[in-house]
């Protein structure tokens, strides 16, 4: 199992930009793939991006695509999400979460949560 920490939320004005990490302890960190999900008020959890062992895969939601960017950094243990060009409708509470060897949109095939962090764009 991976422990997962997210951090790097707060609030930004449309159209600003925020990253966040999520930093993961143990020492098999590259056997996992991350994936972002994001949930707003009301609204079930969703897909947002993943990223496979290597990095060299990455997978986007249609919403972010072309405005969020998922990395990793292997030698840190952690995870990022860079967001720019930010809409009210980005906000929610957003989680890292990992899974085995192999990248997925869905929300059952991980089974490592972060506790999240939230993401507030005013308008």
């Known amino acids: 199992q991976v422990q997962l920490v997210e951090s790097g939320g707060g609030t930004v004005q449309a159209g600003g930009s925020l990253r966040l990490s999520c930093a993961a302890s143990?020492?098999?960190?590259?056997?996992?793939?991350i994936g972002w999900f994001r949930q707003a008020p009301g609204k079930e959890r969703e897909f947002v991006a993943a990223?496979?062992?290597?990095?060299?895969?990455?997978y986007y939601a249609d919403s972010v695509k072309g405005r969020f960017t998922i990395s990793r950094d292997n030698t840190k243990n952690t995870a990022y999400l860079q967001m720019n060009s930010l809409k009210p409708e980005d906000t929610a509470i957003y989680y890292c979460?990992?899974?085995?060897?192999?990248?997925?949109?869905?929300?059952?095939?991980?089974?490592?949560w972060g506790q999240g962090t939230q993401v507030t764009v005013s308008s």
């Open positions: 979460a990992t899974r085995f060897l192999v990248p997925s949109r869905a929300e059952a095939d991980y089974d490592s």
């Open positions: 143990g020492r098999t960190f590259t056997t996992y793939t």
């Open positions: 990223i496979s062992r290597s990095g060299s895969s990455t």
